[in-house]
């Protein structure tokens, strides 16, 4: 049951986030795929330009099955780069619910980031970002042995 709850959580979530902001003008919508912690393998959706709002969904195969799902913020600034309008430097805010294989457990975490876009092109690049993980659930902190680690990502996305 709980696992169905989470499910309509992200739907509601996605649903908020695209009703704010309407997908409707080019080079706003953008679709990333990476690897990181607590990411993992992970693929996400932003809108939003120099100021992004996101859902990001990971999965982890291995003999534990973990996975995250998060709300992310971004913030770009910076010089403009010359292939696109958007600023090649970031801050990003990641609130998001780490989760077990069964659907019970659930801890919940913050991400505070600094990163920055490399673009090949207007529409695709590489994002590298670092910063802290910090658990906010009791379980999570006693899970853990120090109240704050570090987390980084490096992903791949493309912008339409």
């Excluded at 619910?97 to 600094?114: A, M, N, Q």
Aim: proline residues 6%; neutral net charge; glycine residues 12%.
């Amino acid at each position: 049951m709980k696992k169905n709850a989470l499910i309509l959580k992200i739907i509601l979530l996605t649903g908020l986030i695209l009703s704010v902001n309407p997908v409707y003008s080019q080079d706003k919508f953008e679709i990333s795929g990476g690897f990181g912690w607590p990411d993992m393998l992970d693929i996400g959706v932003r809108y939003g330009n120099n100021f992004q709002v996101g859902l990001n969904q990971s999965f982890w195969i291995s003999p534990i099955p973990l996975g995250q799902t998060a709300a992310e913020i971004y913030y770009h600034f910076g010089r403009k780069s010359e292939f696109t309008d958007q600023k090649p430097w970031y801050l990003l805010g990641s609130l998001g619910i780490l989760w077990g294989s069964d659907g019970e457990e659930s801890d919940i975490y913050f991400c505070p980031r600094i990163g920055r876009s490399f673009y090949f092109s207007g529409r695709s690049g590489i994002s590298l970002d670092g910063g802290a993980f910090l658990p906010l659930t009791k379980g999570l902190k006693d899970f853990l042995d120090s109240p704050i680690y570090p987390s980084g990502s490096i992903s791949f996305f493309f912008r339409f």
